[in-house]
């Protein structure tokens, strides 16, 4: 007979997510459904104010990863308003969204998902609940608890870093159309410079190899909680000179070549194998990205383009607040692994370690960008020309990459003014519910077949959710009309 659990609230993520799971006799689960439990508007919030806005108040949909945000709201205001920028802005940028995405990986790992693995010390009433399929001794996992401390200290340099171009971190001051107001300084430059001789020798020394010594210690997590083959990201970092740092494109699952691993993302630069597998993000792709409200507590069926999605939080047959985007009518997953595979810096599998291993070599590769930037910034001022006029109406959307994957901003303004203002975010992606073809979204798709020894401490499902590395508060919107 099969049997439904709730797991709700689940911890350790950013927002307010549940999961109903149907499983079997035997433990295995048979459908899940995961349900973004809190309502928001940012969406709605933008209507009927000035464009530029959008820096600031979208930055307040996340605190954890408020810089992607920002970067996409002004790119949309410089598109729409026909701006380019200097490459001193463009790398100034880039420092700052670096920064924030050191930052959320290795808080992912250690602060989020590295519990599920290793137990943090009995110190009650705080000893720790979950005590199924743990495989670390004591000894081991103390070593994990001093890392832990550590990452905590690396966090805080990585936002301090930031900080020295941002203004202040959470929530930049300084995006504006046109570039960065905060210019480099030869005392900022060295004090960046500094914090990435601290955070390059953690991330390679300590984070990388916690990483693998949880997959290792784990080998069956290799194999758990695929979710679906698509890939999807649409490219970060741009270096100024016509390149990024990730590509812009489509993974595209036939033919993924499961079961292969590998350790280090610079083994297989430019794998040709995943290669063919992979085909370029074009406008028209952007086009098609539509949301299905259909088990959304929204009104319609579908959502196209700037078309209005009105609550209706007594919807027959809805179970979350957070819609279900799809690129060409199919689900996509998105996040570092995409990123990692789609610029074939990583040949593996999808997993629930592919994820964490793959957050920690873009990590890496990250980290070592940012010097590259670093030594390309010009200290002569370049780094902002203002924007003191801007047309009366216009539309444009802007794509980028947050840690959790890829993340979008449309906007339409008229007389000065928003008219519509969308956004789908990583979190809308992989914890979206099903879809107007009853597809699962892919956190539901990667818990299917997913064995739970103990239903009362169901590990397992904690361990695929957190992969994922979940921000919900980002994944709910609704626009009024």
Request: with cysteine; glycine share 10%.
């Amino acid at each position: 007979m099969e049997k439904r659990i709730t797991v709700s609230p689940v911890t350790r993520i950013e927002g307010h997510l549940g999961l109903e799971l149907e499983i079997s006799e035997r433990g295995t689960v048979l459908a899940a459904y995961a349900s973004g439990t809190l309502f928001r508007g940012f969406e709605s919030i933008m209507r009927g104010r000035d464009p530029r806005d959008a820096i600031h108040l979208t930055q307040r949909i996340c605190g954890v990863c408020p810089v992607p945000h920002a970067r996409t709201a002004v790119e949309v205001l410089e598109a729409a308003f026909g701006v380019q920028v200097s490459r001193n802005a463009t790398l100034l940028r880039n420092l700052v969204q670096g920064a924030g995405s050191v930052s959320d990986h290795i808080l992912h790992f250690y602060h989020l998902a590295l519990l599920d693995y290793v137990h943090g010390p009995a110190m009650p009433p705080y000893t720790p609940a979950i005590s199924a399929d743990q495989r670390f001794s004591e000894a081991e996992a103390a070593v994990f608890a001093d890392h832990y401390l550590q990452a905590l200290e690396m966090r805080r340099r990585a936002q301090e870093m930031g900080a020295l171009f941002a203004g202040k971190l959470p929530h930049v001051m300084t995006f504006a159309p046109g570039g960065v107001t905060q210019q480099p300084t030869a005392a900022s430059v060295a004090d960046f410079r500094s914090g990435l001789d601290q955070l390059i020798p953690f991330i390679e020394n300590v984070y990388i190899p916690d990483v693998m010594k949880v997959a290792e210690r784990y080998p069956d997590y290799l194999e758990i909680g695929a979710g679906p083959g698509n890939l999807l990201s649409f490219g970060a970092y741009p270096d100024g000179a016509g390149g990024q740092l990730f590509e812009a494109g489509k993974f595209l699952e036939h033919g993924h070549p499961r079961g292969e691993h590998s350790w280090n993302w610079a083994e297989r630069p430019g794998d040709e194998h995943a290669r063919r597998h992979v085909f370029p993000l074009t406008a028209g792709d952007v086009a098609s990205i539509d949301e299905s409200v259909k088990h959304a507590f929204y009104g319609g069926p579908r959502r196209h383009g700037g078309d209005p999605a009105t609550p209706n939080p007594d919807k027959p047959g809805a179970y979350s607040w957070v819609k279900a985007p799809r690129l060409g009518d199919e689900v996509f997953q998105v996040g570092a692994l995409a990123r990692m595979i789609v610029s074939g810096n990583y040949r593996g599998g999808l997993s629930v370690m592919d994820r964490l291993l793959a957050n920690a070599f873009e990590t890496a590769k990250v980290a070592g960008a940012m010097r590259t930037w670093l030594d390309g910034l010009a200290l002569d001022g370049s780094g902002y020309q203002p924007v003191t006029t801007m047309p009366k109406a216009g539309q444009a959307v802007a794509l980028t990459e947050a840690p959790r994957g890829a993340l979008a901003h449309w906007l339409e303004y008229a007389d000065g003014k928003v008219t519509g203002y969308r956004i789908i975010t990583p979190t809308s992606w992989n914890a979206s519910p099903r879809d107007d073809r009853e597809r699962p979204g892919p956190i539901e798709q990667a818990l299917i077949g997913v064995r739970v020894a103990d239903r009362s401490q169901p590990v397992e499902v904690y361990r695929v959710i957190h992969s994922f590395d979940p921000c919900m508060g980002c994944a709910v919107h609704t626009t009024i009309v």
